[in-house]
């Protein structure tokens, strides 16, 4: 594997599911990303995480629960979701979070129903 | 605080004609810029960068793009369109300094090519 991937590709869940996104990234990167891509709204920032620990926390809602094991993998809990938290979720990796560079994984596309 | 503006969402252009993706910035500090593709059902991949060198940034796939200072502008541009070049379009701003891992990015255009 190379760059940045994501698993799943695709996820459908209910509102009261619980599951998790996974990141992983095979650049050697210190710092990681999630990402919310919604329609006709630009890419907002979620998440950063620099050397496993939590830089950035965008005011995000506690239904995304973002876990960090080490450099290399990033996960995000979903739990008790709204359907409009359907969207692209995409994960980043970047050298260090000094480093404006970062590479895309190609997206988790979340329907909650 | 910083901000991007992407003027179009739509552009449409005919296979081998210029390409030219509008897109204005704000910012308090000297700005870094950024262009973005996305191509369907993928991920964003970076075309190109400005970090203070050369105002004129050469990127892959032959795209650049010009830093102008005095217009706030880092529009970009292609000579000649291709089908394989259809695809959003994402200009980012961050700043030269402090949380400078923070990427701005504006609403996307589509880049529709006909034959």
């Known amino acids: 594997e190379t760059g940045v991937t994501q698993t799943p590709r695709h996820l459908v869940m209910g509102m009261t599911n619980k599951k998790s996104l996974k990141c992983e990234q095979h650049?050697?990167?210190?710092?990681m990303y999630w990402y919310k891509q919604s329609a006709k709204k630009p890419l907002e920032l979620m998440f950063v995480y620099s050397l496993e620990e939590r830089v950035e926390n965008n005011s995000v809602p506690s239904r995304f629960s973002p876990e960090c094991p080490n450099s290399s993998h990033l996960f995000l809990h979903l739990h008790t979701l709204q359907p409009e938290d359907s969207a692209l979720y995409l994960c980043?990796?970047?050298?260090?979070?000094?480093?404006?560079?970062?590479?895309f994984g190609p997206g988790t596309r979340l329907t909650v129903t | 605080a910083q901000s991007v503006t992407q003027l179009g969402s739509h552009v449409s252009v005919s296979e081998g004609a210029l390409v030219l993706l509008r897109c204005n910035y704000s910012?308090?500090?000297?700005?870094?810029l950024f262009w973005y593709v996305q191509y369907p059902n993928q991920g964003l991949q970076l075309l190109l960068k400005?970090?203070?060198?050369?105002?004129l940034v050469k990127g892959i796939n032959g795209f650049e793009a010009e830093f102008k200072k005095s217009e706030t502008s880092f529009h970009l541009t292609k000579p000649s369109a291709h089908m394989s070049d259809a695809a959003e379009y994402f200009c980012?701003?961050?700043?030269?300094?402090?949380?400078?891992?923070?990427?701005?990015f504006g609403k996307g255009t589509l880049l529709t090519v006909n034959p």
């Open positions: 980043a990796s970047s050298q260090t979070t000094g480093i404006h560079e970062q590479y």
């Open positions: 400005y970090t203070s060198a050369a105002t």
């Open positions: 910012s308090s500090v000297p700005p870094y």
């Open positions: 980012a701003v961050s700043e030269s300094g402090g949380s400078n891992y923070k990427l701005t």
């Open positions: 650049l050697g990167h210190n710092a």
